[in-house]
């Protein structure tokens, strides 16, 4: 049973390993605007604030309360009316200006509701500037009770609450709204009962009840994200999924635009850039290939059906190129996507962030022999003596490309070596391991390991690697390296035949080794890789974390009594098959 335990164990850590590969941090900055009056308000936070706390919020301001609602969605529980803010028994968490060893709020979080108190000593309405991290909208109702909350509308011009909600006629016609306009709070909320007078103000959060009633309905148009933080991608990350849908009976026109982000607060991670986003467009049924738009050189539209016909949803495909991440590794990109519908009710904004990453790690693939250099000479035979008239050198095509297994690792450091077999697994304290030697892997454990083999390289028993010179693993590098056969490498040597008499390299008498060039060469393959851009179509521009390629060059030298040298070239393509920038080349103790 302890054996089987160790097992799980082990294989739930590589997959806890992979999976933390992939985390991303969302750093995008933006500034929602609030306009509080003296007395008690109700405000929706689209923005996340937990990189400061309410005091230092809220120190140098007049707000002297702040009360968040904690939804319950139990249906054990309910209530029949709008609650006031209590400190016991009930749903509220608190901050009090007098009082901040009490309070039970830390930060204030995003897609929350919130109870506002203006000091009622000012003489008019205070603009609250909060700046935080956007989250995208989402929101979770209660049928049993009443629900505390906002609407994602646009900054200006927001519609009323009964043009907005227009596609919920549940809602609009059988729900009470409440809403606070400053004031005590025993004349707070108060009933909205003509929908069509109040504005559905992006930040204003209201009680709305409808019992019996299950509301899907937040916009005129709804998303559905591949991840409800946003659009992260991380180091490695390449594409991200978005569906959009209609929830109008009128056709819509919803469009995408790419915001920049705002400058990070003091103590936060600096924002160098922005993400260069790519949308995907359609498949070529030809070249199979998918073509694509930059979302910074224009906005994207998409004119949806109304909703239950066909067309009234699409799925959107975001690629980044990391191509035009210059820097450093772990510097921050950061934008903001927003969605906007044709009658200018909805605003939605959702966060975009990428790191560049590096290159480290293990790296597989092939590279294509496709052209081989000519070596035709020309003669003039119109005579006695042959005339050498010319020389042809250029590069031909092959009937048919030779593919040649490439394996490299890339340090922390940008270095590459070229490997002829790795292993691939976990070591004695079950940690993830890269090495060159079997020894260093867990010998109970091998049915986790892989190895990986390039039989067109010279295997060796130490088996270290070629180091690769030119710079580093990186797009516009040309990386080089000779690998080296001995005239009697018996192991790898396409010359030798160890019993066969003619081409085992020995003597006429067995009793020595043949000179070089009698009956084997000593070979010296000069390997060059030079790393370009993706192609132009999606697919390629969006792989660069993944996958690396561009041109291969090799030059073969016969050492012997006459050497002879051969040029082949063509492309290669390698993938990344692990971010470990660790390679072990001895045995570990």
Same mark, same amino acid.
């Given at each position: 049973?302890?054996?089987?335990?160790?097992?799980?164990?082990?294989?739930?850590?590589?997959?806890?390993?992979?999976?933390?590969?992939?985390?991303? !941090?969302?750093?995008?900055?933006?500034?929602?605007?609030?306009?509080?009056?003296?007395?008690?308000?109700?405000?929706?936070?689209?923005?996340?604030?937990?990189?400061?706390?309410?005091?230092?919020?809220?120190?140098?301001?007049?707000?002297?309360?702040?009360?968040?609602?904690?939804?319950?969605?139990?249906?054990?529980?309910?209530?029949?009316?709008?609650?006031?803010?209590?400190?016991?028994?009930?749903?509220?968490?608190?901050?009090?200006? +007098?009082?901040?060893?009490?309070?039970?709020?830390?930060?204030?979080?995003?897609?929350?509701?919130?109870?506002?108190?203006?000091?009622?000593?000012?003489?008019?309405?205070?603009?609250?500037?909060?700046?935080?991290?956007?989250?995208?909208?989402?929101?979770?109702?209660?049928?049993?009770?009443?629900?505390?909350?906002?609407?994602?509308?646009?900054?200006?011009?927001?519609?009323?609450?009964?043009?907005?909600?227009?596609?919920?006629?549940?809602?609009?016609?059988?729900?009470?709204?409440?809403?606070?306009?400053?004031?005590?709070?025993?004349?707070?909320?108060?009933? !909205?009962?003509?929908?069509?007078?109040?504005?559905?103000?992006?930040?204003?959060?209201?009680?709305?009840?409808?019992?019996?009633?299950?509301?899907?309905?937040?916009?005129?148009?709804?998303?559905?994200?591949?991840?409800?933080?946003?659009?992260?991608?991380?180091?490695?990350?390449?594409?991200?999924?978005?569906?959009?849908?209609?929830?109008?009976?009128?056709?819509?026109?919803?469009?995408?635009?790419?915001?920049?982000?705002?400058?990070?607060?003091?103590?936060?991670?600096?924002?160098?850039?922005?993400?260069?986003?790519?949308?995907?467009?359609?498949?070529?049924?030809?070249?199979?290939?998918?073509?694509?738009?930059?979302?910074?050189?224009?906005?994207?539209?998409?004119?949806?059906?109304?909703?239950?016909?066909?067309?009234?949803?699409?799925?959107?495909?975001?690629?980044?190129?990391?191509?035009?991440?210059?820097?450093?590794?772990?510097?921050?990109?950061?934008?903001?996507?927003?969605?906007?519908?044709?009658?200018?009710? +909805?605003?939605?904004?959702?966060?975009?962030?990428?790191?560049?990453?590096?290159?480290?790690?293990?790296?597989?693939?092939?590279?294509?022999?496709?052209?081989?250099?000519?070596?035709?000479?020309?003669?003039?035979?119109?005579?006695?003596?042959?005339?050498?008239?010319?020389?042809?050198?250029?590069?031909?095509?092959?009937?048919?490309?030779?593919?040649?297994?490439?394996?490299?690792?890339?340090?922390?450091?940008?270095?590459?070596?070229?490997?002829?077999?790795?292993?691939?697994?976990?070591?004695?304290?079950?940690?993830?391991?890269?090495?060159?030697?079997?020894?260093?892997?867990?010998?109970?454990?091998?049915?986790?390991?892989?190895?990986?083999?390039?039989?067109?390289?010279?295997?060796?028993?130490?088996?270290?690697?070629?180091?690769?010179?030119?710079?580093?693993?990186?797009?516009?590098?040309?990386?080089?390296?000779?690998?080296?056969?001995?005239?009697?490498?018996?192991?790898?040597?396409?010359?030798?035949?160890?019993?066969?008499?003619?081409?085992?390299?020995?003597?006429?008498?067995?009793?020595?080794?043949?000179?070089?060039?009698?009956?084997?060469?000593?070979?010296?393959?000069?390997?060059?890789?030079?790393?370009?851009?993706?192609?132009?179509?999606?697919?390629?521009?969006?792989?660069?974390?993944?996958?690396?390629?561009?041109?291969?060059?090799?030059?073969?030298?016969?050492?012997?009594?006459?050497?002879?040298?051969?040029?082949?070239?063509?492309?290669?393509?390698?993938?990344?098959?692990?971010?470990?920038?660790?390679?072990?080349?001895?045995?570990?103790?």
């Amino acid at each position: 049973m302890d054996r089987i335990l160790t097992r799980i164990i082990k294989s739930t850590i590589s997959s806890l390993l992979a999976l933390a590969s992939i985390a991303v !941090v969302q750093a995008q900055w933006q500034t929602q605007s609030v306009v509080l009056k003296p007395g008690w308000n109700g405000v929706y936070l689209h923005v996340d604030m937990q990189h400061t706390t309410m005091t230092e919020l809220f120190a140098s301001t007049p707000v002297t309360e702040v009360w968040l609602w904690k939804p319950d969605f139990s249906t054990l529980m309910f209530v029949t009316s709008p609650q006031a803010p209590l400190d016991t028994n009930s749903r509220w968490l608190s901050w009090k200006k +007098a009082f901040p060893l009490d309070a039970t709020i830390d930060s204030p979080i995003g897609n929350a509701a919130y109870l506002i108190r203006l000091d009622e000593s000012e003489a008019s309405d205070y603009t609250l500037n909060l700046k935080g991290q956007p989250v995208p909208p989402t929101y979770n109702w209660s049928s049993d009770g009443s629900n505390f909350i906002g609407f994602s509308t646009v900054p200006t011009g927001a519609p009323s609450l009964f043009d907005f909600l227009e596609p919920a006629p549940d809602l609009r016609f059988g729900a009470e709204v409440f809403g606070y306009d400053g004031g005590p709070i025993s004349e707070n909320p108060k009933q !909205v009962f003509d929908l069509r007078s109040t504005d559905a103000e992006r930040g204003t959060a209201f009680w709305i009840r409808s019992e019996d009633v299950y509301n899907r309905y937040y916009s005129p148009f709804a998303l559905d994200l591949q991840s409800q933080s946003g659009v992260g991608f991380g180091e490695q990350g390449s594409t991200y999924g978005i569906r959009l849908s209609n929830n109008t009976a009128e056709e819509l026109t919803v469009t995408m635009e790419d915001i920049a982000s705002e400058t990070a607060p003091a103590g936060q991670t600096t924002v160098v850039g922005t993400p260069e986003l790519l949308v995907r467009g359609t498949l070529d049924p030809e070249t199979l290939t998918h073509s694509y738009s930059r979302l910074s050189e224009e906005n994207s539209s998409w004119v949806l059906a109304p909703k239950g016909e066909e067309g009234s949803a699409v799925s959107i495909v975001l690629g980044l190129d990391r191509s035009e991440m210059s820097g450093s590794s772990g510097d921050l990109y950061a934008s903001l996507l927003r969605f906007t519908d044709s009658v200018g009710y +909805a605003q939605y904004d959702l966060p975009v962030s990428a790191t560049k990453g590096d290159f480290s790690g293990l790296w597989v693939g092939e590279a294509l022999v496709t052209q081989v250099r000519h070596n035709l000479s020309y003669y003039d035979r119109t005579t006695d003596d042959a005339v050498l008239t010319g020389t042809d050198t250029s590069f031909g095509g092959v009937p048919r490309g030779f593919k040649l297994r490439v394996i490299m690792h890339v340090g922390a450091d940008g270095t590459a070596k070229l490997l002829q077999r790795v292993y691939s697994g976990i070591d004695d304290s079950l940690d993830p391991v890269l090495t060159t030697l079997e020894g260093n892997l867990d010998s109970d454990s091998f049915d986790l390991a892989r190895r990986i083999s390039a039989p067109n390289l010279p295997w060796t028993e130490g088996n270290l690697p070629w180091v690769l010179s030119g710079g580093s693993f990186d797009l516009g590098n040309t990386l080089t390296t000779t690998v080296d056969l001995g005239a009697d490498d018996q192991r790898s040597n396409p010359f030798l035949h160890t019993y066969h008499p003619d081409h085992d390299n020995r003597n006429a008498t067995f009793d020595g080794a043949a000179p070089a060039g009698t009956e084997s060469f000593s070979v010296s393959r000069a390997l060059s890789f030079s790393f370009s851009g993706a192609s132009d179509d999606f697919t390629a521009l969006t792989a660069g974390s993944v996958e690396m390629g561009g041109s291969y060059s090799e030059t073969i030298t016969l050492t012997g009594e006459d050497a002879k040298s051969y040029e082949v070239q063509g492309t290669f393509l390698l993938t990344r098959l692990s971010d470990n920038d660790t390679l072990l080349t001895t045995l570990s103790e």
